[in-house]
């Protein structure tokens, strides 16, 4: 099972609010991988809205993107990408 993370830097001044994460979890729902999104020691289900959304990751906050599975390369490569697409990394 290959498994692949990447840390990220919110650089929206609104954070990763609900429009972003909505299309999130949305592409993240896409792939077979598990794929969990952690913020100062806490993980959550990243095909989770409510999980992302608990998450908090306002300006400025360092979060970790990792994804388990055959499809997890690939996963995690959209997702970075999906984030930049609607402006939230740095």
Same mark, same amino acid.
């Given at each position: 099972?290959?498994?692949? !993370?990447?840390s990220?830097?919110?650089?929206?001044?609104?954070?990763?609010?609900?429009?972003?994460?909505?299309?999130?979890?949305?592409?993240a729902?896409?792939y077979?991988? !598990?794929?969990?999104?952690?913020?100062d020691?806490?993980?959550v289900?990243g095909?989770?809205?409510?999980?992302?959304?608990?998450?908090?990751?306002?300006?400025?906050? +360092?979060?970790?993107?990792?994804?388990?599975?055959?499809?997890?390369? !690939?996963?995690?490569e959209?997702?970075?990408?999906?984030? +930049?697409? !609607?402006?939230?990394?740095?």
């Amino acid at each position: 099972m290959v498994t692949v !993370e990447r840390s990220v830097k919110i650089g929206k001044r609104l954070g990763l609010h609900a429009r972003p994460a909505a299309e999130f979890v949305k592409l993240a729902s896409k792939y077979v991988a !598990e794929i969990s999104v952690g913020k100062d020691g806490t993980w959550v289900n990243g095909k989770s809205i409510m999980g992302v959304m608990t998450l908090a990751a306002e300006y400025g906050s +360092k979060v970790t993107i990792r994804a388990e599975g055959d499809d997890a390369s !690939e996963a995690l490569e959209a997702l970075v990408a999906c984030l +930049k697409r !609607e402006e939230v990394l740095e």
